[in-house]
């Protein structure tokens, strides 16, 4: 008995021990998890940092929202009081954008050329005609004829005329009925300074062995011109006008009549039109009845201008004619117009 007794008790013994030992080893384990749980780090730093991504990132969702009408955000979710919206400049381009090239208005590009050249329309130069429609008005009867005499007299007053012609030649701002003024009235400007430099002359084909429209010599900005190259390459081709030959004067008795005033862009229409009707009916410079016509060499030089010949001279003409009229074309008288 005694035996068994002490065997029971060494038995109790043993199973204690291992208990505790279990014991103390769960405790261990419990103990290094609930540490790996609760000690990361400081735990209000990161509970701060999630706070303030998540309000930025709402506040700069809101920002993005872009009322077109009002350039201004339509979210306005609440934040934090603690908390400030924070605008990336990204986002500041979003309510702000540069304007796109595409948007560029015209206006746009036309004030940044202003502001960098300082030109506009209205500061370029045109020129007045005033001073050589007061000399022809002076020096040129109702039929045309000239007073060469009396214009060379103002000589001044005409190289006063063409020096404002040469510092101001034409401008593509210009109208088209500024710019065929222009053309016509230094055509015929030109044409008197030529006669003034050489009269007394009996002809103007007396000058430049005969060819005195084939010399350059006229300078209108920085080009220089004859009086064919003015007629037939910038006044004929760029402006398809057939009644410019009844107001470009070549100072001859047989070319249509110098007009006794200059031509402007105010009374274009109105000059073209009693010089050709003017012109056309004149029976010194042509004759007209309903089957026959003897009629300026200008009509036959310068025939394509005209096109149809017989409707354009009806369009003018107090006398009808006929379709099928015979026309013959005069000798052209090249003495001077004086």
Known sequence: MLIILILA????????????ALVVANGQASTETVATKNFPGPPEEKNAEESDAKVTGENVKAAMEIDVGTRMPTDHRAVKEDKKAVVTPDVQREQFPEKPDALIT??????????????SPESMEKVDHELFSTLLTKYVDGQGKVDYDGLKNELAKLNSYLTELKQNPVSENWSKDEQLAYWINAYNAFTIKLILDHYPVASITDIENGKPWDKKWITLGNETYSLNQIE????????????IHFAVNCAAKSCPPLANKAFTAGNMEALLESQTKKFINDKQYNQID????????????????????VA?????STIPINANAKIEFVEYNWSLNN
């Open 9 to 20: 008790v060494l038995s109790w013994s043993c199973s204690g021990s291992k208990a505790n």
């Open 232 to 243: 037939n390459e910038i006044i004929r081709p760029q402006f398809n006008e057939p009644r």
């Open 106 to 119: 015209e206006s746009d590009s036309y004030a940044e050329d202003q502001e960098s050249s300082g030109d």
């Open 312 to 316: 354009f001279l009806n369009k003018y």
């Open 290 to 309: 309903a089957g026959r016509l003897r009629i300026s060499k200008i009509f036959d030089w310068y025939g394509s201008d005209f096109k149809d010949l």
